[in-house]
């Protein structure tokens, strides 16, 4: 499998015993193009695995190369005063998350080009 997105889990062979998340998921996702499915929620504690659950997602549909072309955004966690975020100081936070954007978008229509091709 062509790993578009790294998954910050390490080895891909680290991911397991997620088969029952997955298999939901890959249901979900299944009834996009048909437009059955709905707008669903990943909830859980920190650290028990949401991100590499949607990092992975992403991964497999990426190489499905199918109707489903996935995206992926994360926002960083870092510290910032409650005053800075008020006051609209967070530059650095929007310009992380312009980059990230910005980088996606091209990889998402490259994708897209490659496919209206075939």
């Keep these: ?12 062979d680290l991911f397991c015993g997620r088969e029952t998340e997955m298999k939901w998921l890959m249901e979900w996702t299944s009834r996009i193009p048909r437009k059955l499915a709905k707008s669903q929620a990943l909830l859980g504690r920190r650290k028990s695995g949401k991100t590499a659950i949607m990092q992975r997602l992403f991964n497999i549909l ?3 190369n199918g ?3 996935p995206f992926y955004f994360e926002v960083l966690d870092q510290s ?6 008020a006051q609209g100081d967070s530059t650095i936070v929007h310009r992380r998350s ?10 998402v229509y490259i994708r897209i080009q490659n496919k209206l091709r075939t």
């Design 1 to 12: 499998m062509q790993y578009a997105l790294e998954e910050r889990i390490g080895h891909p």
């Design 98 to 107: 312009a980059n990230a954007v910005q980088n996606l978008y091209l990889k």
């Design 62 to 64: 990426w190489n499905q």
């Design 80 to 85: 910032m005063w409650r005053l800075e975020l």
């Design 67 to 69: 109707q489903v072309i």
